[in-house]
């Protein structure tokens, strides 16, 4: 079963703009992680968050972790035709060492 | 350096046949992962090892699943008398760590 919802679950925006999404999970974490997969393509690795830690950053992307509410956000800044594709957020659901992944945000960036 | 490589890509296979996929870890990770995605879906877990050790496979549907990792490195992922039901993209991961998993291109499985 899975873990995690993204909200929107879909989201197109126009090139340049910048493009948010969040993701809420049901058990206590270790940590959080945001993977993109472009179509037809594998799971890249965007970053990890700590259960610990409020905020990450890493380059364009800032991911902000609320334990208190059991939920995460991505924020992608300025975006590119190049970020169009499917993100994901992963959860270690109480320190497990499999991943829980939640559905996905379809992210469109238009030119 | 090499990442995790998956093969076939693709397979083809008619019901009721068994299928054998594989998986090159990242050299040195300790542990590999499988998972299975539905199309729009996110991954879901199957099964991990921690080297040659199978620690948690509450994620096969069935015992027509069955993976094994005999050296701790290459592992392969076995489903028996296929069904349609199974036709899904499976992924695997390594990782030297607990924390970061890196994917692999998966397996596109098409069981007709």
């Known amino acids: ?111 | 350096g090499a990442g995790v490589s998956q093969s076939p890509r693709y397979k083809v296979t008619k019901r009721g046949q068994d299928v054998a996929l594989r998986c090159d870890p990242i050299s040195g990770h300790v542990s590999l992962y499988w998972y299975r995605q539905a199309l729009g879906q996110g991954p879901e877990f199957l099964t991990y090892f921690n080297y040659e050790a199978q620690q948690d496979k509450s994620g096969l549907p069935n015992d027509r699943f069955s993976a094994e990792r005999p050296e701790g490195s290459i592992s392969t992922l076995t489903i028996q008398r296929t069904e349609q039901r199974d036709s899904a993209m499976y992924r695997c991961a390594s990782s030297p760590t607990r924390d970061t998993q890196y994917f692999g291109p998966g397996t596109r499985l098409t069981v007709l």
């Open chain 1, 1 to 111: 079963s899975q873990q995690g919802e993204e909200d929107p679950q879909a989201l197109s925006i126009q090139e340049g703009e910048n493009a948010t999404m969040n993701c809420s999970y049901k058990t206590s974490i270790n940590n959080l992680q945001w993977y993109r997969q472009n179509s037809g393509r594998g799971l890249v690795h965007l970053i990890l968050i700590r259960s610990n830690e409020r905020e990450k950053h890493s380059g364009r992307l800032r991911v902000t972790l609320d334990t208190s509410k059991k939920s995460s956000s991505l924020l992608i800044t300025a975006s590119r035709a190049a970020d169009t594709a499917s993100y994901f957020c992963a959860t270690d659901a109480g320190g497990a060492q499999k991943l829980v992944f939640g559905q996905g945000t379809r992210l469109t960036i238009n030119p």
